[in-house]
């Protein structure tokens, strides 16, 4: 239901009321609520996280409409490359006018294999912004798999990759 609609609803739904010398026209709270709550409103697109960051330097730092920021994104590599699909430019020009929700990046653990030491899990978490290279041991040298549903063990591929590319290849996708 649109606007319109929704003015029409009420103006069928107006009760007269009289209170000693005035006649009044009204709309039951109850039936006002229920007529606006169908009102359709835009969903909010997902975008990427760096789409996000785009369009937040363009309104807020350079105060561009979306015409200049969609040429503004179309100057960069990732941004630019996004773009040149045309459905993620109606993404982009939805994002922008409704509103928008970022992307969840894709978790990883990331196991470093060690066939000879099956006592240890071997693997890369997260520390104050940081990924280290950790350990586990497992006291009854039966693998324990508790450490891959930790937070800080779950990184991005970009956290893996800052530091650690070559453990890249030892990644499991978080479910």
């Not at 969609?70 to 960069?76: A, G, I, Q, S, V």
């Not at 409704?98 to 653990?109: A, C, D, N, V």
């Not at 099956?118 to 798999?145: H, Q």
């Amino acid at each position: 239901m649109n606007k319109q609609e929704a003015i029409e609803q009420l103006e069928w739904n107006v009760v007269r009321t009289t209170d000693f010398d005035r006649a009044e026209d009204v709309v039951v709270f109850e039936k006002a609520k229920e007529i606006i709550s169908q009102i359709h409103e835009p969903q909010k697109v997902v975008v990427p996280k760096f789409i996000a960051d785009s369009i937040e330097y363009c309104k807020n730092e350079e105060g561009y409409g979306l015409l200049r920021a969609m040429d503004y994104c179309d100057e960069y590599n990732d941004t630019g490359e996004w773009l040149e699909r045309p459905e993620n430019q109606e993404t982009f020009a939805c994002a922008w006018l409704f509103g928008y929700e970022i992307e969840q990046e894709k978790l990883y653990t990331v196991e470093i294999p060690d066939p000879n030491r099956p006592d240890i899990a071997t693997f890369l978490y997260k520390e104050n912004g940081k990924v280290f290279i950790g350990t586990d041991i497992f006291l009854d040298e039966v693998p324990n798999y508790k450490w891959k549903n930790e937070p800080e063990n779950q990184l991005t591929e970009s956290e893996i990759k800052e530091d650690f590319e070559w453990a890249w290849q030892f990644r499991e996708e978080v479910d």
